[in-house]
């Protein structure tokens, strides 16, 4: 049986009919050809297919589309802003080389994106706790938290800026 | 993998569920909470039930209370929402300790405390806990439900008391009585990963400090959390000179650890004689510091 679901993804809000069966991410690369979400492993452990589920990182390979009814879904693709300005975490991965291939990229920028909305200025161990989930068969990590940390800090400048800006 | 074809019910209350879960229960229904541990079975195909009941739009079982004889959580609780909160972590700090060792934080905003129990994998740490601390499970089916004593609850690896049909609300985890004071070591391959072996330990202290109430569960080394009482062991002395040798050695005669990929069954009887020190030594310097403020 299908069931019609509709999600805000990105901000837009989208439709779609799928089969119980359908999980997160290929309802998102299928069903709506968001194709930035990569799937690795399906089971879990990889972390590429990471994705915000109402602002908060969730594996979007172990849940439903059907589960995500009527909740908001931001992928990589919603993380720049809309005239195309990358985020702070996705100019910081640029900058400091923290990715190579890229498959795994899109789950480290929507895990580490949320993680610096909670601790805007986290340590080292902070750091390496929060991507403990996401693995990369490229980097050997270190410039990724070189990253993590330049994220933090283009993300304090770009709060001063705004806040200079409304003065 | 995808998982094969199955019916999907999303039922928007509690009653709804147990109607559901009544019908489609006894012909393989199964419920879908967090489905950090389903989906992956699903995916895998090493699962296939011909029905999921979501809970997940159950948000009157988003809870976590917290009072003075223990904490009661709810069953669509995260991991996440119980780690962080405050109020659960003062009347019971054993539950923050385990929850920092379950998967990743990304896997804990979704998984749940009560899956976690039912799902009853022996090297999970949240069942390990519920044994140590006697808590209870209570579980629903349309026209009643009962409370499940940790002992009854865990009946073998992957197995719980819950019936085909059975819906679990909620569990309790008792409070850390005065003078007391709890820690969980693990031992894993990767950090967030299922651990080798791992001890949950609580240690009760009496009025001149010495050990009045010791007991470990462990995980990873037995069908079920297997729970050892050391007290006896420990001798009744002060942390600074109980015997945690003598209580070590009793742990790793009770503990039955079997061969696999990851550790000999000798390397898991001596990691969990070690981490049961540790954790036994933690949880009774935590008592001793509980005593002074
Ligand atoms: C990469 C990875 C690493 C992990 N590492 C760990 C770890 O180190 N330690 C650990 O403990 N766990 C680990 N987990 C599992 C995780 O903690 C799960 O969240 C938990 O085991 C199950 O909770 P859930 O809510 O996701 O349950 P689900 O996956 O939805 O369900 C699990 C089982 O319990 C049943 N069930 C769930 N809720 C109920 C209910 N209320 N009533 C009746 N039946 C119910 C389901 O039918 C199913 O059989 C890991 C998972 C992943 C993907
Ligand atoms: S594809 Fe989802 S975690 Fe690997
Ligand atoms: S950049 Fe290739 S896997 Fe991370």
Redesign the pocket.
């Known amino acids: 049986m299908n069931h019609p679901i509709t999600l805000t993804v990105n901000g837009v809000v989208r439709e779609a009919t799928v089969p119980a069966r359908r999980l997160l991410s290929d309802c998102l690369r299928h069903d709506l050809g968001l194709t930035g979400t990569h799937v690795g492993c399906e089971?879990?452990?990889c972390g590429a297919c990471t994705v915000l589920l109402d602002g908060e990182p969730v594996?979007s390979c172990?849940m439903f589309a059907a589960t995500a009814d009527g909740h908001e879904i931001t992928t990589v693709e919603g993380l720049a802003a809309a005239d195309g300005t990358l985020s702070p975490a996705q100019r910081a991965f640029a900058e400091c080389h923290g990715l190579q291939c890229g498959f795994c990229t899109p789950g480290f920028l929507c895990t580490v994106t949320a993680f610096l909305r909670e601790n805007a200025a986290p340590t080292d161990e902070e750091v390496v706790e929060a991507i403990s989930?996401n693995l990369c068969r490229c980097t050997g990590y270190q410039n990724i938290i070189k990253a993590v940390h330049r994220a933090a800090e283009l993300q304090a400048e770009t709060r001063a800026d705004k806040e200079e800006g409304a003065r | 993998m995808k998982p094969s074809p199955f019916d999907y019910h999303a039922p928007a209350d509690l009653d709804e569920a147990l109607d559901v879960l009544a019908r489609v229960g006894p012909d393989g229904g199964?419920?879908?909470?967090?489905?950090?541990?389903?989906?992956?079975l699903l995916n895998m195909r090493l699962a296939a039930p011909a029905h999921l009941v979501d809970?997940n739009r159950l948000t009157e079982l988003a809870t976590v209370e917290a009072g003075p004889g223990g904490v009661r959580v709810g069953?669509l609780a995260r991991?996440a929402t119980v780690e962080r909160s405050t109020p659960a972590a003062a009347v019971q700090p054993l539950l923050g300790q385990a929850l920092r060792?379950?998967?990743?934080p990304v896997?804990?905003n979704?998984?749940?405390v009560?899956?976690?129990l039912?799902?009853a994998?022996p090297?999970?740490?949240?069942p390990a806990v519920l044994a140590l601390l006697g808590g209870s499970v209570r579980l629903a089916h349309r026209g009643g439900e009962r409370e499940v004593a940790a002992a009854e609850f865990f009946t073998g690896p992957m197995e719980s008391a819950?019936a085909p049909g059975?819906?679990?609300?909620s569990a309790f985890f008792p409070a850390r009585p005065p003078r007391s004071g709890t820690a969980f070591c693990e031992v894993?391959r990767r950090h967030?990963?299922?651990?080798m072996a791992g001890v949950a330990a609580a240690v009760t202290l009496d009025e001149d400090f010495r050990i009045a109430a010791a007991r470990v569960a462990c995980v990873s080394v037995g069908p079920i959390p297997v729970v050892v009482d050391v007290a006896d062991a420990c001798g009744g002395r002060p942390e600074a000179s109980a015997d945690w040798a003598a209580a070590a050695a009793a742990v790793r005669d009770r503990i039955e650890p079997e061969a696999d990929i990851h550790a000999t069954a000798d390397y898991r009887r001596h990691l969990t004689g070690v981490l049961a020190v540790r954790a036994l030594r933690g949880a009774a310097v935590e008592a001793a510091g509980e005593e002074g403020t």
């Open positions: 089971h879990g452990v594996r172990l989930g | 199964k419920v879908l909470a967090g489905g950090q541990s389903l989906i992956p809970i069953a991991h060792l379950v998967a990743h896997i804990r979704r998984g749940t009560v899956g976690s039912v799902h994998d090297s999970a740490e949240l819950a059975e819906l679990a609300v894993a967030g990963d299922y651990a």
